[in-house]
């Protein structure tokens, strides 16, 4: 028995069929490779029905916020077994989503990698017990951390395989499906770190105050002054503990807006004038230098930043999705901008707007770059696309070849400015003792996976906020950030 793609005239495998397979699949490039358990437990299965069936339990940042605020070992508790029993629904509702694409495209190298982690993930949640006590938090906690690390090749899996199998799903199906699987991946890592900060911050300000009981010596300031999501509180393992300034968990409740701009901007403009940074090929000059195999123009600066508006701007946020959206868009604009006007002694500008609404905040950055529609890009919204009837690129060798690499790496993909930084200037960036992503990976130092854009937007609207790119072609391009101010949006996941 075999059936048909409506959408394409390729022939898809029934569960028999599937079951004979007899453990090897056929990519689209011709390569075969093993699969594990797949054809096992492809199709359906009780225990994934029984979750897959169950809704995910939304939160928004405010509940977050106020959960975590006011923390007991009690708490803390219920914040494990809470985060224990929601992954597995959100896990069960990927993996249906998965199952129910043809099978042409979850035999892809990466969409096959991906199921095989989603299902690994969700036996293990399911059979994970009960959390009764701090001991057996510190081992949950450990638990997730493991599992962190083994979902970090994720996003450059999915994007691979998704670009891969382009060919055999419509643009709106195949973004659809990208847009619930980043999401969804987006939740589960943000309840999971947020726990794992809130412990951290607990058993931290617990330790901290059984020294103070007896001492005042330098290890108790030092435990005071953590940058835990918790500060010190009297009365050990049983009693309330109060955030550090602004911090509970992963949220800063005070996210200083013009910090995280000035952050990105001293990073993006510290480097060199790399010429490779440029889309297009640029031929040597006088004035080209080399290092570490890559040309770039001595002297020549990156264009100055200006930032304007409401810069006393604060609100509750998760900073590392903020700095990543701002980071991500201003390198853009850096690149569009050197590359339109490399000829001329000083580049024109790039301007930075911050403005306080009443229920959102908004970040506007605007460049004279040239604009983004080209002979392969007809929409900004475009640039968001894993279709390459959308975005052409996304088939190009140098880009398939990049995810490959990345995709291997044990570091993976995290979505964080570090990674952005280590992809920009490798060996610098990153805080000691880690690694460069590319180098380890074997990726060019100036190649370019295509994912910024995506993750920028998903982080964007992860919380009912937007992106939008409008551009003035022949000029430059204007993006704008909108994020809810108030914290009272629910997650933007799907079931």
């Given at each position: 028995m075999s059936r048909t793609c409506p959408s394409c005239s390729t022939r898809l495998l029934s569960p028999t069929t599937a079951h004979k397979s007899r453990g090897v699949l056929m990519g689209l490039s011709g390569k075969r490779f093993k699969s594990t358990n797949t054809a096992l437990h492809f199709y359906q299965n009780r225990q994934l029905e029984l979750y897959a069936a169950k809704e995910a339990n939304r939160l928004t940042l405010r509940q977050l916020v106020f959960f975590g605020r006011s923390m007991t070992e009690e708490r803390l508790v219920k914040s494990a077994n809470y985060v224990r029993t929601e992954l597995p629904v959100r896990i069960a509702h990927r993996l249906r989503d998965l199952q129910a694409l043809p099978f042409i495209v979850v035999t892809q190298e990466g969409v096959a990698r991906v199921y095989e982690l989603y299902w690994s993930a969700f036996e293990k949640f399911r059979s994970y017990p009960h959390i009764h006590n701090l001991e057996e938090n510190e081992a949950f906690c450990s638990f997730l951390r493991n599992l962190l690390e083994e979902h970090a090749g994720v996003?450059?899996?999915?994007?691979?395989?998704?670009s891969l199998s382009s060919p055999y799903l419509p643009p709106d199906q195949l973004d659809s499906f990208m847009r619930r699987m980043l999401v969804s991946r987006i939740s589960r890592r943000v309840l999971a770190e947020h726990h794992l900060s809130l412990s951290k911050g607990f058993m931290a300000s617990s330790h901290s105050?059984?020294?103070?009981?007896?001492?005042?010596?330098?290890?108790?300031?030092?435990?005071?002054?953590?940058s835990n999501p918790t500060s010190n509180s009297p009365g050990g393992r049983a009693s309330s503990v109060m955030p550090s300034e602004s911090h509970?968990?992963?949220?800063?409740?005070?996210?200083?807006?013009?910090?995280?701009?000035?952050?990105?901007?001293?990073?993006?403009?510290?480097?060199?004038?790399?010429?490779?940074?440029?889309?297009?090929?640029?031929?040597?000059?006088?004035?080209?230098r080399k290092e570490k195999g890559r040309r770039y123009i001595?002297?020549?600066?990156?264009?100055?930043?200006?930032?304007?508006g409401h810069l006393d701007t604060r609100f509750p946020y998760i900073r590392e999705h903020l700095e990543y959206i701002i980071f991500e868009l201003l390198k853009n604009s850096m690149r569009a901008t050197g590359s339109k006007h490399r000829d001329e002694d000083v580049l024109p500008p790039i301007r930075i707007t911050i403005v306080a609404g009443t229920d959102q905040v908004g970040i506007r950055i605007s460049d004279q770059g040239g604009g983004l529609t080209t002979s392969y890009i007809t929409h900004p919204s475009d640039l968001f696309s894993f279709s390459h009837i959308r975005n052409a690129a996304r088939l190009e060798k140098a880009r398939l070849g990049a995810l490959r690499s990345v995709s291997k790496s044990a570091r993976g993909m995290k979505a964080t400015v570090d990674e952005q930084v280590a992809a920009?200037?490798?060996?610098?960036?990153?805080?000691?003792?880690?690694?460069?992503?590319e180098s380890e990976a074997g990726v060019a130092p100036h190649a370019r996976i295509g994912i910024g854009l995506p993750m920028s937007n998903i982080f964007a609207t992860y919380f009912g906020g937007s992106l939008e790119l409008v551009s003035l072609d022949g000029w430059g391009t204007d993006a704008f950030v909108r994020l809810p101010k108030l914290g009272t949006n629910h997650e933007g996941i799907e079931v």
């Open positions: 996003i450059p899996n999915l994007s691979l395989g998704l105050s059984f020294g103070s009981s007896s001492t005042t010596d330098s290890n108790t300031t030092s435990h005071s002054s953590h509970v968990g992963i949220i800063d409740t005070g996210l200083d807006v013009l910090r995280s701009v000035e952050k990105c901007k001293r990073l993006l403009r510290g480097r060199p004038f790399w010429l490779e940074d440029f889309r297009e090929e640029v031929p040597s000059g006088s004035g080209d001595e002297g020549r600066e990156w264009p100055e930043v200006i930032v304007d920009l200037r490798p060996g610098e960036g990153l805080a000691s003792g880690e690694e460069d992503v």
